[in-house]
C-alpha cells in the first residue's frame, strides 16, 4: 500500500481502529458544539450581567429595578436575577411584618444565596463533558494504537521476510487513533481551561454583588424600606 493519506490508512485500518476513530471523531464534532455554545453562552452572562449592574448603580430605586427584573425573569441575567431573589424574600418577610434587622437580612441572603447556586450550576455546565474528553480522549486513542498494533504485527506473522516497507503501513494506521485521540482531546483542555477562568470570574463578580447589595438592605433597614436610590452608598 503506497498511499498513506490519512483517509487511505484508516479504510485499511482494522474494525477495532476503525471504530476507535469514528467514537473519537464523534466526540470531536460534540465537544466543539459544546465549546461554540459555551463561548455564546458565557458572553452573554457577561453582557446582561455588566448591564444589569450599569442600571442598578446608575440611582434607579430598587423598587423599579425589582419590578424590571420581575418582568424580564426568563430574559435577564444571572446578576439581575439573584438581585429579584434577595428583593423578593425581604418584601414578602416585611409584609410578614418582620422587624428584626437580623432577620430580614439573613432571609435576603440565604435567597440570594440559594439564587446564586442554580446559576453557577447553569455557567457550569459542559465544563464537566470537556473535563471528561480532554483525559479521556488520549487514553481511547492510545487503545485504538495498541490494538491496531497487535493486529499489524498478527498479520506479518506469517511472512517469512519482514521488512520495513510491510510494517510501516500496519503502525501508521494505529497511530491515527492516537492522533486523533490528541485532536480531539487538546480543544476540549483548552476549552475547559478558559471556560473555568471565566466561570471563576463570573462567581467572584456575583459574590461581590451580593455583599454589596445586603450593605444597602442593610442600610435601608433603618429608614423607610429599600425604596431610595441603589447608588445610596
Known amino acids: 500500500m503506497n498511499d498513506m493519506s490519512i483517509v487511505s490508512l484508516l479504510l485499511h485500518a482494522s474494525f477495532v481502529v476503525q471504530l476507535v476513530v469514528g467514537l473519537l471523531l464523534t466526540i470531536s464534532v460534540t465537544s466543539w458544539a459544546a465549546i461554540v455554545r459555551k463561548l455564546g453562552a458565557i458572553k452573554r452572562i457577561k453582557t446582561l450581567n455588566e448591564e444589569?449592574?450599569?442600571e442598578f448603580w446608575s440611582g434607579?430605586?430598587?423598587n423599579e429595578l425589582f419590578n424590571a427584573a420581575s418582568q424580564?425573569?426568563?430574559l435577564g441575567g444571572p446578576m439581575?436575577?439573584?438581585f429579584a431573589s434577595g428583593m423578593r424574600e425581604y418584601?414578602?418577610?416585611r409584609e410578614r411584618r418582620i422587624t428584626d434587622p437580623g432577620t430580614l437580612l439573613?432571609?435576603?441572603r440565604r435567597a440570594m444565596r440559594a439564587s446564586f447556586q442554580r446559576e453557577m450550576d447553569v455557567a457550569e455546565s459542559q465544563l464537566a463533558f470537556l473535563a471528561s474528553v480532554g483525559s479521556i480522549s488520549p487514553y481511547v486513542?492510545?487503545?485504538g494504537t495498541v490494538w491496531g498494533i497487535m493486529h499489524a504485527f498478527t498479520g506479518l506473522a506469517?511472512?517469512?521476510q519482514v521488512t520495513l516497507a510491510t510494517v510501516a503501513p500496519g503502525i501508521a494506521e494505529a497511530l491515527v487513533a492516537t492522533a486523533i485521540g490528541l485532536f480531539s482531546a487538546i480543544p476540549a483542555v483548552l476549552g475547559y481551561n478558559r471556560f473555568s477562568h471565566d466561570v471563576d470570574r463570573i462567581a467572584i463578580k456575583l459574590e461581590t454583588f451580593i455583599e454589596e447589595f445586603s450593605n444597602i438592605l442593610q442600610r435601608s433597614l433603618g429608614s423607610s424600606g429599600p425604596s431610595g436610590s441603589a447608588s445610596g452608598h
Open 52 to 54: 444589569f449592574e450599569r
Open 60 to 62: 434607579t430605586s430598587l
Open 72 to 74: 424580564n425573569a426568563k
Open 80 to 82: 439581575e436575577r439573584i
Open 91 to 93: 418584601q414578602k418577610l
Open 106 to 108: 439573613d432571609g435576603a
Open 141 to 143: 486513542g492510545l487503545f
Open 158 to 160: 506469517s511472512l517469512q
